[in-house]
């Protein structure tokens, strides 16, 4: 009975992602921005890695959903001056800085992503790059065009489940071709400055398959989605920092998480979301020295799904490359 509850939930969550427009499953939204919006490559002042690995409805067992995302973002090219390295305060600290010209103060951004998932017989693996031009619109803020190219492979294996009695449908899958290669092109906008920054972004811009199986589905699931954060400083020890993600249907309905991170000596952090599909997350972050952090997250459903859900657990490592500054990661 399991394994037929298994395969049902499977093929519906295939479903659900045969759309080739991969979106993170994530309680840390706010360290995978690039996946959501291409403009977020090039911002940090340094090489940025980073590695996930979501364990998600631990009651589940073995049969839970699995994710593992890495990413890692670069700067091309740096602006003329180093201390356009960062928007930090210091930046600001005079008006000598603004003669230099615009062009030569442009942030080229690249990035790269790889992602795998396992939920019960549904695989998918995949990567993206991202590109994206940060032009300086004043001494405070720029605006970032980015766009991303992302392939994702998802395969449906029905082979080693076994159901007692015939089933048509089943039968079905055996004979499919289920194996999908998709092809999915986005862009997005980022206005950004010190303590703020909004961010929006297209993805069905190119949504095509480049192998399709019996049970593909064409059309995609996400318009686009939108970031919103804001710095604030409470003392100087203490900054919150509170951000919305949201994520736009193509039917136009909306999926927002809004989150609250409190940063107690840019050293611990701690953090609340509340996900609109009824759940919640508490996280703790530790930033272990300039180079290395490491983040924790709990996830809980607080729905009608409580009574199957024993949560999710999700851990993000981040290393901190070429930091010669030693600044901290930006307010996202």
């Known amino acids: 009975m399991k394994k037929r509850l298994l395969l049902v939930v499977s093929c519906l969550l295939a479903v ?16 995978f921005m690039s996946l959501y919006n291409p403009g977020f490559s090039g911002v940090e002042n340094f090489e940025d890695m980073k590695l996930s690995y979501r364990y998600q409805w631990a009651g589940f067992g073995e049969y839970s959903p699995k994710f593992v995302n890495l990413a890692f973002h ?20 005079g008006t000598s800085n603004e003669r230099v010209p615009k062009g030569k103060r442009m942030i080229h951004g690249l990035g790269v992503n790889l992602f795998q998932s396992k939920v019960g017989v549904v695989s998918s693996i995949g990567g993206a790059i991202n590109y994206a031009v940060n032009y300086p619109l004043s001494g405070k803020s720029r605006l970032a065009l980015g766009a991303s190219a992302l392939v994702e492979n998802r395969e449906l294996d029905v082979s080693e489940v076994t159901v007692r009695d015939p089933d048509e449908f089943y039968d079905y899958l055996l004979r499919s071709s289920t194996s999908q290669t998709d092809l999915n092109v986005r862009v997005g906008l980022l206005l950004y400055q010190e303590k703020f920054y909004f961010g929006v972004s297209y993805l069905p811009l190119v949504n095509i398959a480049l192998q399709s199986s019996d049970l593909a589905m064409e059309e995609p ?20 920092k509170p951000s919305v993600v949201g994520l736009v249907q193509m039917n136009n309905d909306l999926v927002i998480d809004y989150n609250l991170k409190a940063y107690v000596q840019n050293k611990v952090w701690l953090g609340l979301s509340y996900r609109d ?24 459903s607080l729905g009608e799904f409580r009574k199957f ?3 999710s657990h ?12 030693r600044f901290s990661q930006y307010i996202w």
């Open 221 to 240: 699931f996400y318009r686009g989605s939108f970031q919103v954060g804001y710095s604030l400083p409470l003392n100087r020890d203490v900054t919150l």
């Open 16 to 31: 659900l992602t045969s759309f080739g427009q991969y979106v993170p499953n994530n309680s840390q939204a706010f360290q």
């Open 277 to 300: 599909i009824e759940s919640g997350v508490a996280i703790l972050g530790f930033n272990i020295n300039n180079k290395f952090t490491v983040a924790y997250s709990f996830e809980l």
């Open 74 to 93: 670069t700067r091309l090219k740096k602006p003329l001056d180093l201390a356009y390295n960062s928007i930090r305060m210091s930046d600001f600290s």
């Open 309 to 311: 859900d024993d949560g």
């Open 314 to 325: 999700e851990l993000v490592l981040a290393a901190r490359l070429n930091n010669l500054k």
